[in-house]
């Protein structure tokens, strides 16, 4: 009887760091949920709950003036749902669970073409390359459905599998799910791309890998948005000017030289392999490295795409004999691993960030004494927080940039700096309170030329209000 193979010492030891892998991701993403986007999002899900609309005049903000595409539609109705149980605990355990996910799902990238250890050092840079993009919204979805698509592509492109049809569905889903579905069938098109400039599929075959991109293009068009989905891209990347989040990557920043160093390892294993790189893989280096050096917000595209071409480039730089018994102990330690950090999260996220993290929390009793329908000059970071947790007062903007018209925003930064004729835009909202941090120069314009005066102050936050309207 032919007893099974044992994987190597040095491979159990690289199995089990990368075991321990969720527990770190665990510790990194379970915290408070301090993304400023995260409150209007439940608002989101409660109100397509409620409404079964998802293209509204905003029923929240009195000052935005566009019309509200809610594009995460789907991911907004589970956060709604989480927050429903068990509050903002349950919200910062979903995106502690994507977050694990994210890992297990670019480990399963890398480890297609590369052992253990390698797999789990590019997975884990390439997680790192996703960091400062994944935070408490949606947007971790795509990063996972995103390594998903390359994997069936990554199939194709080894001739491991037939037309992926299914991959149609999946980016009806992912259209529902957050507005990075287009990647889907991005990636797609480039290997198909690349497989016809190689020559090496027959003209049939290709047509058939083809339909898969464009019927998935076609099947966004059929959500409850309709066809008006495939322009929101473009509605959005319009107000990049207004956001930090666009602004250029900087490669001194951890998570893009993370990026970065994937790239050029894949790079310079390309150079030394005497083979040529396949063209569907530079098309995807390219398509990655686009990404990477567009905005800071896109880094994390880059990551992603990055991970598996990176993983087969140190596979080749560094050989290393294979170990069939490794797949047969992953395929039991990692889920058990994952799924063991996903319960941990669940019974520890009422205690550790059943909260709001960066909020002006201790100024809650303050708002609340406010005079309803008072309207509130805030810092735009705490727009949505006072949406969801103090619906009675109204924020003159929120984190919904895209709601708001360019010559308002402006007005409101010019506001924010005390630029000259910054009243007008008191007077114009009809603010007669204002939150926002205590260093801001707003607060002693306020005080001193207006007279309002400070109703509370908190961990590093003011509330001020004109005494004439919102009492002392």
């Not at 409404?51 to 005049?57: G, N, Q």
């Not at 789907?74 to 989480?82: T, Y």
């Not at 895209?402 to 308002?408: A, E, I, N, Q, R």
Request: hydrophobic share 55%.
């Amino acid at each position: 009887m032919t007893s099974r193979p044992r994987p190597r010492p040095p491979t159990l030891v690289a199995l089990a760091v990368v075991a321990l892998v969720p527990f770190v991701v665990l510790r990194l993403k379970l915290i408070p949920v301090d993304d400023p986007d995260s409150f209007w999002h439940v608002l989101s899900g409660q109100h397509v709950w409620q409404a079964h609309e998802v293209v509204v005049d905003d029923p929240f903000g009195r000052f935005s003036t566009n019309p509200w595409v809610q594009i995460d539609w789907l991911s907004d109705l589970a956060m709604a749902g989480v927050h429903a149980v068990a509050g903002l605990a349950g919200v910062a355990w979903l995106y502690a669970t994507l977050g694990i996910l994210l890992f297990v799902a670019l480990y399963v990238a890398a480890r297609r073409s590369a052992p253990p250890l390698t797999a789990g050092i590019v997975a884990t840079l390439g997680w790192a390359g996703t960091y400062a993009s994944q935070g408490f919204r949606p947007q971790t979805v795509s990063f996972v459905l995103l390594a998903v698509t390359l994997v069936a592509w990554d199939r194709v492109r080894r001739g491991e599998s037939g037309t992926p049809w299914w991959l149609v569905a999946l980016t009806w889903v992912w259209a529902c799910l957050h507005g990075l579905w287009f990647l889907g069938p991005l990636v797609g098109l480039t290997v198909v791309l690349g497989l016809a400039l190689d020559r090496s599929r027959p003209g049939r075959e290709l047509l058939r890998l083809l339909a898969v991109p464009v019927a998935g293009l076609a099947a966004a068009c059929l959500t409850p948005i309709g066809p008006s989905l495939l322009t929101t891209p473009f509605t959005v990347n319009a107000y990049a000017g207004l956001v930090s989040e666009w602004r250029p990557p900087d490669v001194h920043e951890p998570y893009v030289a993370g990026t970065v160093v994937l790239l050029v390892v894949t790079a310079l294993a390309w150079a030394r392999s005497g083979e040529r790189a396949r063209t569907p893989d530079i098309l995807l280096w390219v398509m990655a490295l686009g990404w990477t050096l567009l905005y800071a917000r896109t880094v994390a595209i880059g990551a992603v795409i990055a991970v598996p071409l990176a993983a087969t480039a140190l596979a080749s730089l560094l050989p290393l004999p294979a170990e069939p018994g490794a797949r047969r102990v992953e395929r039991l330690l990692l889920p058990v691993s994952a799924v063991a950090a996903v319960l941990l999260a669940a019974v520890l996220a009422p205690s550790v960030a059943g909260r709001a993290g960066g909020m002006p929390t201790a100024l809650d009793g303050a708002i609340d004494r406010l005079p309803r329908d008072t309207v509130v000059l805030n810092d735009d970071a705490v727009g949505g927080w006072l949406l969801l947790e103090h619906p009675a007062v109204h924020p003159v903007i929120d984190t919904r940039t895209y709601l708001f018209d360019v010559p308002y925003i402006t007005a409101y930064t010019d506001a924010r700096a005390t630029r000259s004729g910054w009243p007008g835009f008191v007077a114009y909202t009809d603010a007669s309170a204002a939150l926002v941090r205590r260093e801001e120069p707003l607060v002693p314009g306020l005080l001193d030329e207006l007279g309002w005066i400070v109703l509370a102050e908190g961990d590093g936050w003011v509330l001020v209000g004109d005494p004439a309207r919102v009492g002392s």
